[in-house]
Nanobody, 123 residues
Framework: QVQLVESGGGLVQAGDSLRLSCTASGRTFSSYAMAWFRQAPGKEREFVAIISWSGGNTWYADSVKGRFTISRDNAKNTVYLQMNSLKPEDTAVYYC????????????????WGQGTQVTVSS
């Protein structure tokens, strides 16, 4: 069983930065692509960013491109999301997830999810 635990959320002002962390249990973390998704109140969960198992490839939603950076440390079983220049529309619960089907941004391809961490950006 894999467990993903997110941390680092909080309440910030527009223009501030936050770094989210997601630590995974288990020995096979480095074999899987990992991603961040987010869900705002009343909206569907949406893709934010993905990183390949090696960290060599990343991809971002257009809404966060240039502001967010995903990275990973396989020695620590941890994936990060550095969020800069935050906007009120970034307010959401952020989830990390493990891809069961490789480098994919389709939510259906993810088999393990964290519990989520709240990010609130005030204007």
């Amino acid at each position: 069983q894999v467990q993903l635990v997110e941390s680092g959320g909080g309440l910030v002002q527009a223009g501030d930065s936050l770094r989210l962390s997601c630590t995974a249990s288990g020995r096979t973390f480095s074999s899987y692509a990992m991603a961040w998704f987010r869900q705002a109140p009343g909206k569907e969960r949406e893709f934010v960013a993905i990183i390949s198992w090696s960290g060599g490839n990343t991809w971002y939603a257009d809404s966060v491109k240039g502001r967010f950076t995903i990275s990973r440390d396989n020695a620590k079983n941890t994936v990060y999301l550095q969020m800069n220049s935050l906007k009120p529309e970034d307010t959401a619960v952020y989830y990390c997830a493990r891809s069961a089907l490789g480098y994919s941004y389709n939510i259906e391809d993810y088999d393990y999810w964290g519990q989520g961490t709240q990010v609130t950006v005030s204007s």
